[in-house]
């Protein structure tokens, strides 16, 4: 059983940045493919980002790509959301997961996500 627990939430200006971090415990954490979701208020939970298990393939949401960067510390069991030129539409509570799914090309979809932390709450003022 894996656990993952977010953090690096908090109210920014738009423009600005934040770095989000998911602590993996209980699991073998390089053997997990990790992702990145979002839900806004009303709307349902969508994937920002990915990256395979092997480090190799990384996957970004259009409304993403360019400012928001994933990446994963193995020796650190951590995978990490670097996120810039945040605009009010970034709003949402951001949440980490893991999928057992070896695959080379990052799954987008919930279902394919096993493990999954409490979320972070990022939030951005115009």
């Known amino acids: 059983q894996v656990q993952l627990v977010e953090s690096g939430g908090g109210l920014v200006q738009a423009g600005g940045s934040l770095r989000l971090s998911c602590a993996a415990s209980?699991?073998?954490?390089?053997?997990?493919?990790m992702g990145w979701f979002r839900q806004a208020p009303g709307k349902e939970r969508e994937v920002v980002a990915g990256?395979?298990?092997?480090?190799?393939?990384?996957y970004y949401a259009d409304s993403v790509k360019g400012r928001f960067t994933i990446s994963r510390d193995n020796a650190k069991n951590t995978v990490y959301l670097q996120m810039n030129s945040l605009k009010p539409e970034d709003t949402a509570v951001y949440y980490c997961?893991?999928?057992?799914?070896?695959?080379?090309?990052?799954?987008?979809?919930?279902?394919?996500?096993?493990?999954w932390g409490q979320g972070t709450q990022v939030t951005v003022s115009s």
């Open positions: 997961a893991a999928s057992r799914d070896r695959t080379i090309v990052v799954p987008t979809t919930t279902r394919r996500y096993e493990y």
């Open positions: 209980g699991g073998t954490f390089s053997s997990y493919t």
């Open positions: 990256i395979t298990w092997s480090g190799r393939s990384t």
